[in-house]
Nanobody, 124 residues
Framework: QVQLVESGGGLVQTGGSLRLSCAASGRTFSRYAMGWFRQAPGKEREFVAAVSWSGGDTVYPASVKGRFTISRDNAKNTVYLQMNGLKPEDTAVYYC?????????????????WGQGTQVTVSS
């Protein structure tokens, strides 16, 4: 069992940066690929980033590639999402998730655990 708790959300202006953190409980954290997803009001949840258990493999959709960076620290049971160059369309609730592989998480498949979400609001 893995419990995920996100933090770091908030209000930022266009072009600003935020760093989200996701703290995981449980000794099996390092066995999971980790990912971030987001859901804006009235829209479906979408994939944002994923990192393999070792941290050596990452995947991003075109909408955030080059602006967002996912990383993890297995010693701290924590995964991060550094978000730079934020745009109003990045406004959403951001969810941390644990799954099997980065490829599966990229299509929102085989996700085992979800966090409760943290709000990110980008003002224009």
């Amino acid at each position: 069992q893995v419990q995920l708790v996100e933090s770091g959300g908030g209000l930022v202006q266009t072009g600003g940066s935020l760093r989200l953190s996701c703290a995981a409980s449980g000794r099996t954290f390092s066995r999971y690929a980790m990912g971030w997803f987001r859901q804006a009001p009235g829209k479906e949840r979408e994939f944002v980033a994923a990192v393999s258990w070792s941290g050596g493999d990452t995947v991003y959709p075109a909408s955030v590639k080059g602006r967002f960076t996912i990383s993890r620290d297995n010693a701290k049971n924590t995964v991060y999402l550094q978000m730079n160059g934020l745009k109003p369309e990045d406004t959403a609730v951001y969810y941390c998730a644990a799954g099997t592989t980065v490829q599966a998480m990229a299509i929102m498949a085989l996700v085992n655990y979800w966090g409760q979400g943290t709000q990110v609001t980008v003002s224009s």
